[in-house]
């Protein structure tokens, strides 16, 4: 799987570019899980979209996929998504 943004998803303002990014670490994300005990996986879709949104509005973009995907891997080991409120933990 590749993880680097699409070429010509430079448009800020282009809700599908950043859809397809989260989808693309959905991915990812969902195999991590798969490989670990995963205690986020409740609140994996909005571990994902938080990581994509703090990238997005990178003026380089390529690698927001990968760093995003990253974050969230860390979340799946240390079982928490520090930065979503607590009481959405599992």
């Known amino acids: 799987m590749t993880m680097m943004a699409p070429i010509g998803s430079d448009d800020r303002n282009d809700r599908r570019a950043f859809d397809d990014l989260v989808r693309l670490v959905q991915r990812g994300a969902i195999e991590a899980c798969a490989e670990v005990d995963c205690l986020i996986a409740p609140i994996l879709d909005r571990c994902v979209e938080r990581a994509v949104a703090t990238r997005w509005s990178s003026p380089i973009r390529t690698y927001v996929p990968l760093l995003a995907l990253r ?15 607590s009481a959405d933990a599992c």
Do not use: I, T
């Open 71 to 85: 974050e969230v891997q860390d979340c799946c080991r240390l079982g928490a998504c520090p930065d979503l409120d």
